[in-house]
């Protein structure tokens, strides 16, 4: 046989996702986006560690409709994602690695040592969200009188980050 | 009727209005997605897929307006994006490799054939694997892509005289290597 026909054997089909065209579009929109309108950035942005950050990417996006930025993926040469940038409404978090800049999981580390408050307008489809998608929820969703009336509740995410969504009621007119 | 623009034209229009080189993503991506896909696997691809498109879209002033298709273009990129993932795509070689010997095996079962396909296509694999890169690059392109000697030119932004002499040494270099005795010569990476 000859030689390419011989490195023609060994030509074989890979099997997509269905969605892999429209993620990619999504980076190049992104990138056309950002041409024609910069993208304005929030000046203060948490950085949280995870072990997995691609499960984290994809439990964020499923429980808590948190988006990645599509061209905020930073991956190394060996496929594994090092960093990425979610975000929802006007805020963005960072999502980067276990130990790195020493910051350390709750799931390595075994402390809480904060929580990041998210303010939402349906908190109760928010809520069954969380839950239909196996979130840990760590407070129930009830209203809180102190201050200015609002309904929250705590959820934990696969690596025991602490999120507290919060919908503001509107005040009662007189 | 309205004949559609060719690449080149909706690419020079997208100067003006970045939002046109979507329709380049549409004719397109799915014909590249699946040439990264044989090289270093659906995962990988799916993941490269949208940073090619980026890189052209950054690019596209550069991209010669005297070409039709900006397909060989899109190879090209693609084929320097490849080049970071080189671990990988050895690997799936060899798994291909040892898949493509079963099947053969299996075709030919109990004859003399099925022993030789065990060991030929691993070597096939490492001969590959061990030209060099642009050797590499222009033989599969070639028979993995089924370019023309004209696209392949275009894609790795070589005269076309250069890529058939480049085939032509891909060739004898695997002849040799699948020669008895030809596997020493074979460098593991």
């Known amino acids: ?72 993926r930073l991956v190394s040469a060996e496929g594994v994602i090092g960093h990425s940038l979610v975000e929802f409404g006007g805020g963005v978090i960072g999502i980067g690695t276990q130990g790195a800049h020493r910051a350390v999981s709750p799931m390595r580390g075994g402390v809480e040592s904060q929580y990041i408050s998210v303010y939402i307008d349906d908190i109760d489809a928010h809520y069954q969200r969380a839950l239909a998608a196996g979130a840990q929820i760590a407070t129930a969703l009830r209203e809180h009188v102190s201050g200015r009336t609002h309904r929250a509740y705590e959820a934990l995410d696969l690596e025991g980050h602490r999120w507290r969504f919060v919908q503001l009621m509107r005040e009662v007119q007189h | 009727m309205v004949n559609s623009p060719s690449d080149a034209q909706v690419i020079g229009r997208s100067l003006d209005e970045p939002e046109a080189f979507g329709l380049i993503y549409d004719r397109h991506a799915a014909t590249v997605l699946r040439f990264l896909g044989r090289r270093v696997g659906a995962e990988v691809a799916e993941g490269l897929i949208g940073e090619l498109f980026r890189i052209a879209f950054e690019r596209r002033k550069t991209f010669d307006a005297s070409r039709v298709s900006a397909l060989p273009w899109l190879y090209g990129i693609g084929s320097n994006l490849l080049m970071k993932h080189r671990r990988g795509e050895a690997r799936r070689l060899r798994a291909s490799a040892r898949m493509a010997a079963a099947s053969e095996a299996a075709d030919r079962r109990a004859s003399a054939g099925a022993l030789d396909a065990r060991l030929l296509f691993p070597r096939v694999a490492d001969a590959i694997e061990a030209l060099p890169d642009v050797e590499r690059e222009a033989l599969l392109l070639f028979a993995w892509e089924d370019l023309s000697y004209q696209s392949v030119a275009e894609a790795l932004e070589l005269p076309i005289g250069t890529v058939r002499s480049r085939l032509n040494r891909a060739r004898a270099h695997l002849r040799e290597l699948l020669e008895p005795g030809g596997e020493k010569r074979v460098k593991r990476r």
């Open chain 1, 1 to 72: 046989m000859k030689p390419v026909d011989l490195a023609r054997k060994l030509r074989r089909e890979a099997a997509f996702e269905p969605a892999a065209l429209d993620r990619g579009k999504a980076v190049l929109m992104a990138a056309i986006r950002q041409e024609v309108e910069p993208r304005r950035r929030p000046t203060i942005v948490p950085q949280l560690p995870y072990q997995d950050i691609r499960a984290a990417l994809e439990f964020l996006e499923r429980a808590f409709g948190f988006h990645e930025i599509p061209t905020a």
